[in-house]
């Protein structure tokens, strides 16, 4: 075995990874990463692979960048862990809490911190049932998500998704109702993108109503759908939603996991789409994947209320101190470069502008992008929009696969092929994308047909 078979091996034998069917690993075994810089992955056998995902939609400043690695190890020497439970903090905690609070929109300016996306959403599961409850309204604690969104894989976010695979292999909470997404290319049938719009914002009208309006305490949606397949829903829905939220006087949770700290070309999608949530998640880019960290970033009311009773909640990680010192120097890094502004002025629209030109393939129906999220339904006919029949997923995998044959990282979700690379990426980069894209896309076309 050469070295690199070797680690496969290992890794085949001793090593369980997340979402991952070991039949489609086929004999290789799983793809060895063994470095990173910049927007380029290098690979046990060698090859640089260029990553548009951003590993998983996280590492918004790109790979390799000295400055996170000298603030984790300042502070480890300084303070490498102390915990923020009873009425103990500390100085990376403070100061990051208080930077959240000036980047979030409205009066969002209270955070508590998670290790992750998922450990968040759990905290808002939670905190949701405690606030209405600490109102005097604990009926009040039916949480609607939506079906095909993504929340994370601990029970509670697992639960507030709506991903049926994850669902069926049981443990789903009660107490948690889900609407239809707002996915026109698939689901629109014969409604314009606007009709269809307002028809899956009014569900949630609909299934208040159903519930009971005063048994609903919260409403959490992504403001695009990430692991659904960047879903980007039409520009009726949202203010509809946002209109309905209101009336009921539900809160709302923006989960902005993956739609945070620039990835729309704003530091967060709820400002790209005027929405304003009670609470926002927030994970990933928040420390550019550099170190695991998480939180829920809470408005002034709920907050109160929250800090009004002992919210009985919270992680031994709860605002690392390391993970807190790394994503303070990812959000310095990024408003000294100024790479939210680079995505929504320059980068954002040319990589629009390449990935739109896609559209002409033969294979692709839809092409959806808002900033540096991005995804293409493929399809075999798309004056109908019409699905492939046969075993879906099936073209989007073979798509994926002829990708990673041409050192390019795109992720697919059924047939829809999706991209979320580095906020830094430069234009020859996303050249190089979009050539390496349509290059599988013709060699996923000549498969077809043999
Ligand atoms: N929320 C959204 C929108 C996500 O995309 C994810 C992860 O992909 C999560 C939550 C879960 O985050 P984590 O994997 O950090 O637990």
Request: aromatic share 8%; hydrophobic share 40%.
């Amino acid at each position: 075995n050469t070295p690199s078979e070797e680690l496969r091996r290992v890794d085949a034998a001793h090593h369980m990874h997340p979402f991952t069917n070991n039949s489609e690993l086929g004999d290789k075994g799983a793809r060895v990463v063994t470095r990173a810089s910049g927007c380029w992955l290098t690979d046990s056998d060698g090859n640089r692979i260029l990553d548009a995902m951003a590993g998983l939609w996280c590492v918004n400043i790109g790979y390799g960048r000295e400055e996170l690695a000298e603030a984790a190890k300042r502070q480890m020497l300084e303070l490498p862990y102390y915990n923020t439970f009873f009425q103990t903090s500390h100085v990376p905690a403070i100061a990051l809490a208080a930077r959240l609070a000036e980047l979030a929109p409205g009066d969002l300016n209270s955070v508590f911190f998670a290790g992750s996306g998922s450990e968040a959403n759990d905290t808002n599961l939670r905190m949701v049932r405690t606030y209405w409850q600490a109102k005097g309204q604990p009926d009040r604690n039916v949480i609607i998500g939506r079906w095909n969104g993504y929340h994370g894989s601990t029970v509670g976010a697992m639960s507030l998704g709506g991903m049926k695979g994850m669902h069926e292999q049981g443990g789903v909470l009660d107490g948690i109702e889900h609407i239809d997404q707002p996915n026109w290319w698939s689901e629109g049938g014969d409604m314009s993108p606007d009709e269809f719009g307002l028809e899956r914002a009014r569900q949630l009208e609909e299934k208040i109503l159903e519930i009971g309006a005063d048994r609903v305490a919260a409403f959490i949606a992504e403001p695009v759908q990430g692991a659904g397949g960047v879903i980007i829903a039409p520009d009726t829905y949202w203010p509809e939603i946002q209109r309905i939220v209101d009336k009921y006087g539900i809160l709302l949770i923006a989960d902005e996991v993956i739609c945070g700290f620039g990835r729309t070309g704003n530091w967060f999608a709820s400002q790209a789409l005027g929405l304003r949530p009670h609470i926002m998640t927030i994970a990933k880019g928040l420390s550019s994947g550099y170190q695991p960290i998480g939180g829920s970033i809470v408005c002034d009311e709920v907050a109160e209320v929250i800090g009004g009773v002992e919210f009985n909640h919270g992680y031994t990680y709860s605002g690392h101190p390391v993970a807190c010192a790394v994503a303070l120097e990812n959000l310095r890094i990024m408003e000294d470069e100024k790479i939210v502004e680079r995505v929504r002025d320059d980068t954002g629209p040319y990589l629009k502008e390449r990935f739109e030109s896609l559209g002409d393939h033969p294979l692709v129906g839809e092409v959806k992008i808002i900033g540096m999220m991005g995804s293409l339904a493929l399809t075999p006919n798309k004056a109908i929009r019409a699905p492939f029949t046969s075993d879906v997923g099936t073209v989007g995998f073979i798509c994926r696969e002829r990708c990673f044959a041409n050192n390019l990282i795109m992720r697919h979700v059924g047939d829809r092929m999706i991209i979320s690379p580095p906020l830094v990426i430069s234009r020859d980069e996303i050249d190089t994308l979009v050539e390496r894209a349509r290059l599988s896309l013709d060699e996923t076309l000549v498969a077809l047909q043999a």
